[in-house]
């Protein structure tokens, strides 16, 4: 019902409402006291909900960055639960200021949606989740064998191309939410179960008997995950792109959430910008001067939140690989600031 | 607008125009529709420069690009490679096919149990009133995960799968049956079966003929076997049997040939029909009802049976009730089947309303469409049971 609501609006507010895309997200956000973050419906280590209703995470924390950046109180976010069919909607209709939720940046929905994709905040590629009792070791031997997946996925897409590109047969069975998928996968529905490789280990716990689930070798796709916002409002896209590069930079410059007095007070040029000691970066955005310090102090670097929720720090236990900083070996890079 | 010979003696020739009821009426109507037409206007011009603005693709031209994605049901060939205006039909097939097969076995099963509750056999009218209290009281997506989930879904996996004669199998990958391979010369066999049935029609008719005439009909069951089935299996034997059984054979992860029911495809199905069973079921048992009893007694007088009866006296006039709100059950069944996304049945609604909606992002135009379709399909069930309806009126003299 709530896909229908939300089509419903976009075609209302586009049918009736002359010139509706604003360049106020910022404003908008600051009027109302808070920031409406679009997140996964409950993903263990990126977003869910505990039994209190506070909602943890690594795309969480994205969102409490931004909130810190601009209130310099991270609890200052309603977050808004989506579906993978709804999430794009969401965030074309202004029900959500950001999309934050494990969205793959592809060339069609950054020029065909009105939307346009702030970074990369993590790199994943998709796989396949098994039974071990299966013994199948490679996505190469699943010739013939049903597929789970969740419709309105990238991951639809790539499992036909991979099927198609090593001439192997296939059934696939779409569902609309994660949790109707991997309730079909327990029900031995089908043989493997297929999306990005983050969200296995996460669903992998979710499942009665995580323990007898393997996750095979092959990685068949790149999907470069990160925050979205809506296309013609640059100010705010700066916000969530420069939020991001500031807990990248954080990591790099070793300033952490428990290090951000002794930054405050560093010498190191580099740090003293970062700390908003020097110059006044924050401001061009429309943020504080100590913006970067506030993203810092109340969710922490961008390491920090990677251990803490997915990382060695938590039950998924997800190696940093690709997603390392460029300086120790991964592709994770944000430009200076200077 | 003066009209000759129609002037008011009041005021003759002086009347406003407003108060001519017949001018009245056509000037409002055309200022209404005028509204109407402007409105639609604009908000077509209007969404359109809003897309635009916010740079968000629009058009029809979405349909001719190739879909990327799998189906596991399709009833016409399709591949990855196929456009998403292939996509559509796909999934309006699907659509269609759950909608019609639901309806013709929920009349069946809505009759049956309707009667069933009129029964004068104590078990049975108070076993059917069971039926239909539970499953109409149970909301429809309940029972569709019911069956998925609950009974389809505990059936064991194909490797472990329950077989009768090595050649039906059922597992939790649906019930797979063998299918017909078809050679050189195939078409002959069919031609003869098609001849077969031909004949058996026309034997009917001259049968149903003779018994207007003289009041017996033609006895006709052996001549009927041998044409259905002898001539059939004669040409069968003469080609040198072009048309073989292909057996399903469990290769890897699955069964390879023969033909398969998706579970998702039967979980959709029995629950559309035990849901909407029970509320047609309702529908019957009220026309029989307000059929009067005098009539069924008059028929006893003449000497039918109680199954004759109910077959020639009572359910034709029933049937003039019936008719009317079985056609909102009809349109129900085929809206309700839209609840096959749940379960990741491949409808119009799943594939097109979901997935093609989703990779192109092209919201409005697929819901346009989306919503014509169902109108379309609702308003030609409506057309033909409309037409049915009144076939069925009361004749009067």
Redesign the interface.
Known sequence: MKRVTLVVALAAMSTFVAGSVTAQTLKTVRDRGALTCGVSQGLPGFSTPDDRGNWTGFDVDFCRAIAAAIFNDPAKVKFSPLSAKDRFTALQTSEIDVLSRNSTWTMLRDTQLGLNFAAVNYYDGQGFMVRKSLKVNSALELNGASICTQTGTTTELNVADYFRANKMKYEVIAFSTADETLKAYDAARCDAFTTDVSQLYAMRLKLAKPDEQMILPEIISKEPLGPVVRQGDDQWFDVVKWTFFAMINAEELGVTSKTVDEALKSTKPDVRRLAGTEGNFGEQIGLTKDWAMRIIRHVGNYGESFERNIGSGSKLNIDRGLNKLWSKGGIQYAPPIR | MTEPGKAAPAAPGRAMPLADPRFRSIFFQTVLIVTVLAAGYV?VI??D???R?????TGLGFLDHPA?????QTLIAYS?ADSYGRVFVVGLLNTLLVSVIGIVLATIVGFVVGIARLSSNWLIARAAGAYVEVMRNLPLLFQILFWY?AVL??LP?PRQSLSIADSIFIS??GIIVPSFAFGDGAEIVLAALMLGIGATAALGMLSRHRRRATGRPLTLWWAAVLLLVGLPLAVLAATDFPIGIERPVL????F?GGVRML??FAALLIALVTYTGAFIAEIVRAGILSVHRSQTEAAYALGLTRGLALRLIVVPQALRLIVPPLTSQYLNLTKNSSLA????Y?DLF?VFA??T?????Q??EI?AITMAIYLLLSLTTSALMNWYNARMRLAER
């Open positions: 908000a209007n969404a420069a809003n897309l603005a916010q740079r968000i693709a990327g994605f799998g189906i596991n990855e989930l879904g505990t996996s939790n990958r290769r890897g992860f699955n390879v579970p998702e996304v749940a379960i990741g491949p799943a979901g997935t909606l989703n990779q192109t992002g919201a409005i819901i």
